[in-house]
């Protein structure tokens, strides 16, 4: 059976550069945005990477008092996108974050 041959300093290294990009990314993901658009760029709204609603943006011949429902639709549909793309990034980031520290045990995927 092979041991793994880093010690104890080399794993807390690791653990150490992980917990310190993780509050990094953390620190960051306020001023990390995503836009995505829909009713053909009708509507555009913008997250951040804390998942928060940053702004929204609609061009003025979306806007019908008599079709609320449809704005409405639409605002919704731009917000979940920007969300999704926001979580997707996050996502990434933290996966590139932890591809960087192999820890004992861990597993690879192949």
Known sequence: MEGNS???DSLIRKVQQLQDGMLKLL???GGRTVSATAGGGMVKAVANWK?????VE??????NPDD????GDLIVAAVNEALAQAQSEVNQEVARL???VRLPGSFEQV
């Open 27 to 29: 620190e960051e993901s």
């Open 98 to 100: 932890s591809s960087r």
């Open 51 to 55: 998942m928060q609603l940053v702004s």
């Open 58 to 63: 609609m061009e003025r011949e979306v806007v």
């Open 68 to 71: 609320t429902e449809m704005l």
């Open 6 to 8: 880093e010690g104890p």
